[in-house]
Nanobody, 124 residues
């Protein structure tokens, strides 16, 4: 069983919403920070939003501030990314990843296990 599995992606019109889910298994989510990253074709992977296991502090990329919200439910071993007011430039494969650091930063090098990704397409 994969340690991280994303779901919730799909096709949505501009201005619409999606909620991505990241299901963690095989480890105790309480002790890990989780990040959402995305990668569009021909572009580098970038951090979208990350949440620390310490106090649940969060971090957002400037491009998604005010539109996306990250949250975690340790009891359910789940992390969510609520995406509102979606734009065509949000189209990407979205990945969740875990870090054993208390970081809330989306520094790719600090994340060890990655999910397989879920496609989000924003188009009319």
């Amino acid at each position: 069983q994969l340690p991280l599995v994303e779901s919730g992606g799909g096709l949505v019109q501009p201005g619409g919403s999606l909620r991505l889910s990241c299901a963690a298994s095989g480890f105790i989510l309480d002790y890990y920070s989780i990040g959402w990253f995305r990668q569009a074709p021909g572009k580098e992977r970038e951090g979208v939003s990350c949440i620390s296991f310490v106090g649940g502090s969060t971090n957002y990329a400037d491009s998604v501030k005010g539109r996306f919200t990250i949250s975690r439910d340790n009891a359910k071993n789940m992390v969510y990314l609520q995406m509102n007011s979606l734009k065509p430039e949000d189209t990407s494969v979205y990945y969740c990843a875990r870090s054993s650091s208390s970081t809330r930063n989306c520094s790719i090098a600090e994340y060890d296990y990655w999910g397989q990704g879920t496609q989000v397409t924003v188009s009319s």
